[in-house]
């Protein structure tokens, strides 16, 4: 299987500030997703970003792929306290199943 | 993007009662769809992978014979948790892979939360 692993486990900052959270993955993809799961509630799919794809914005999310070092990063700029939350990446394509990492824990402080 | 669904959103019952979940792809055709489940503040752990029109294939230490998958069509897979327990209550989230591209893109429901009394 190939499972994402996010960077940092937790992350807490200020709100206005922006967070910043990395994912790695073993085998080539063809796309990499991240979800977002507030505490007990279902995941929210953010962003997708294809293998052929290096930088992706929507709203005050930025998600850049290197595909040379198998990693993806996701940037929320201007945090509010709203985006408290695990963050997940999953990667998807090909015949392997994806499995989620632990997630990056955001905590923002209003 | 691609958009599964799950139904219920959230679920509780009485132990000892069976319980089903539905995982459905909206606007693709998923010969394959995978289920997970979630303790608090874990990740998610494959439990099965499920294929339509075939048996189920079930990870190590996942009861088959407790956590019963359908998959009768190229959109719908349901897992159904038979005389459900409170160790049972956790957060079930299937994916769906879509088929139809070459790049063979997965995508996940938004999770179906269980509790079991």
């Known amino acids: 299987s190939q499972q994402g692993e996010e960077d940092p486990q937790a992350l807490s900052i200020q709100e206005g500030e922006n967070a910043t959270m990395n994912c790695s993955y073993k085998t080539s993809i063809n796309n990499l997703q991240w979800y977002r799961q507030n505490s007990g509630r279902g995941l929210v799919h953010l962003i997708l970003?294809?293998?052929?794809?290096r930088e992706k914005h929507s709203g005050r999310l930025r998600v850049t792929l290197d595909t040379s070092k198998k990693s993806s990063s996701l940037l929320i700029t201007a945090s509010r306290a709203a985006d408290t939350a695990s963050y997940f990446c999953v990667s998807s394509g090909g015949s392997y199943i994806p499995t989620f990492g632990r997630g990056t824990s955001l905590i923002v402080h209003p | 993007g691609a958009v599964v669904s799950q139904h219920p959103s959230w679920v509780i019952c009485k132990s000892g009662t069976s319980v089903k979940i539905e995982c459905r792809s909206l606007?693709?055709?998923?010969?394959?769809m995978f289920w997970y489940r979630q303790f608090p503040k874990q990740s998610l752990m494959l439990m099965a992978t499920?294929?339509?029109?075939?048996?189920?294939?079930?990870e190590q230490g996942v009861e088959k014979d407790k956590f019963l998958i359908n998959h009768a069509s190229l959109t719908l897979s349901t897992l159904t948790v038979t005389s459900a327990h409170p160790e049972d209550s956790s957060f079930y989230i299937c994916s769906a892979r879509d088929v139809a591209t070459t790049n063979n893109e997965q995508f996940f429901g938004p999770g179906t939360r269980l509790t079991v009394l």
């Open positions: 606007d693709f055709q998923a010969t394959t």
């Open positions: 970003i294809r293998s052929n794809e």
């Open positions: 499920s294929n339509e029109g075939s048996k189920a294939t079930y």
